[in-house]
């Protein structure tokens, strides 16, 4: 169900085990786990401003709508980071896979092709 909702605060478990608090089977979590690793370049376990850049650029998604790229990346991080500490990390890639940051569906659109 794409429009399930996790919280914050719950826990996913270690990458590629499933947790039963977020109603990810071990290959849905594991799916989303290998693309968030695809666009954590530098392995920190959590996607920045310049990661995220590299990744709309080498995929064409920079110029698409006539909107400054800096400006959809800021607009998206804000939108995403719940936390508020300038990073995607995976729990917040999840909800944001799923659906669950309005306004932010551009972004899950982009990652999906990842």
């Given at each position: ?27 849905e979590e594991q799916d ?71 306004g932010a569906e551009w ?6 092709t990842a």
């Open positions: 169900d794409p429009h399930r909702t996790l919280t914050m605060d719950e826990p996913l478990g270690s990458p590629g085990s499933a947790d039963s608090s977020t109603n990810l089977d071990k290959d989303l786990q290998n693309i968030f690793n695809i666009l954590d370049i530098d392995g920190s376990g959590k996607i920045d401003n310049w990661e995220l850049r590299d990744f709309l650029q080498t995929n064409d998604m920079d110029d698409d709508d006539g909107v400054d790229l800096d400006e959809k990346i800021k607009q998206g991080m804000e939108l995403v980071d719940v936390d508020g500490d300038g990073y995607i990390e995976f729990k917040e890639f999840v909800q944001l896979m799923f659906g669950n940051v309005h972004l899950a659109s982009a990652m999906r």
